[in-house]
């Protein structure tokens, strides 16, 4: 008998859930390498989805979309301490563990792997993996050295799972397209999959780090996706000056008191090198604190 199904809706979009199978939960690599051989070996084709947890609806459309694919589902649970800068938010970053076990199991991941932070990173590791350019703009250049941290802390993942899909968030569209490059360059075998940005009714971008904004910020906050919003509209116009469709974001978020600019940038989707003009794959990007949170958020266009 084939497992019930029902469909996820998601602002239009709609996604095959099966019934969910019992999670298995391991803590370390050994473990991890034996269930997935099993699977592999019963001729499962195997998804991995990497969390830091805080589990919301955007991570389980991973699990989903890798679920409806036909794949059995490796999700992890890691707070990765070396992505983190000094004076940023990892010693209170949420960890509701109980809470995520069981959205992840409901969502019907196959296998949770919770690493201690000491199975990763031993006393005396030192290597580091680092794509440069890419890691260096953006984000990278607000939070130097978190990318170095994202790429070498998803690595040594992959090397444990060695899945054959990577699901990964279009809300972090740096983020993907860094570990796009980094499983090119590395000749690893893995494919790097993209899933929609999953958004609140009010077009928030779904995030751990909401979780920091009182009821104003809250509101606040939404200026992130309204100005993406008026930058589409400005495209889809016809505006192609860079400098001008930045300038539609900031006019929305002139209307939003406790929203401070870190960046609002146009670049090339591939590259992510900054335009002058809009043409080809065009990401708008864009990243604000409000209240204690900082919030990034993106749109990728294609000019005609």
Do not use: C
């Not at 589990?55 to 699990?63: A, K, P, Q, R, Y």
Request: hydrophobic share 45%; charged share 30%; no cysteine.
């Amino acid at each position: 008998m084939r497992p019930a199904r029902r469909t996820v809706r998601r602002r239009g979009a709609s996604i095959a859930r099966r019934a969910p199978r019992r999670m298995q939960r391991v803590r370390h690599a050994a473990d991890v390498r034996r269930a997935v051989a099993d699977l592999k070996r019963r001729g499962a084709r195997v998804a991995f989805v990497p969390t830091m947890g805080a589990i919301h609806e955007g991570h389980v459309s991973l699990v989903a979309r890798a679920r409806a694919g036909g794949a059995r589902v490796v999700a992890s649970i890691f707070v990765n301490p070396l992505q983190f800068g000094p004076r940023e938010d990892y010693r209170h970053y949420p960890r509701p563990v109980r809470r995520d076990r069981a959205r992840l199991a409901a969502a019907g991941v196959d296998l949770l792997w919770e690493p201690p932070a000491g199975d990763l990173y031993p006393a005396g590791h030192r290597t580091r993996v680092r794509v440069t350019e890419l890691g260096d703009a953006l984000e990278g250049a607000s939070r130097p050295g978190h990318f170095e941290g994202v790429a070498t802390v998803v690595l040594q993942l992959l090397l444990v799972v060695m899945p054959d899909e990577l699901w990964l968030g279009q809300k972090d569209a740096q983020q993907a397209r860094i570990i796009e490059r980094m499983v090119r360059d590395l000749g690893l075998t893995v494919r790097v999959r993209r899933g929609a940005t999953v958004r609140a009714a009010d077009g928030l971008a779904l995030s751990s780090r909401n979780a920091y904004l009182d009821a104003a910020e809250r509101r606040d906050a939404t200026a992130l996706a309204r100005g993406l919003a008026a930058a589409r509209a400005a495209m889809a116009g016809g505006e192609r000056s860079a400098a001008r469709v930045r300038a539609a974001v900031r006019r929305v978020w002139r209307r939003f008191p406790r929203v401070r600019e870190d960046y609002v940038a146009v670049v090339d989707a591939d590259t992510l090198a900054p335009l002058a003009r809009i043409r080809g794959r065009v990401l708008v990007a864009v990243a604000a604190r409000v209240g204690r949170a900082r919030l990034i958020d993106n749109l990728e266009w294609r000019a005609r």
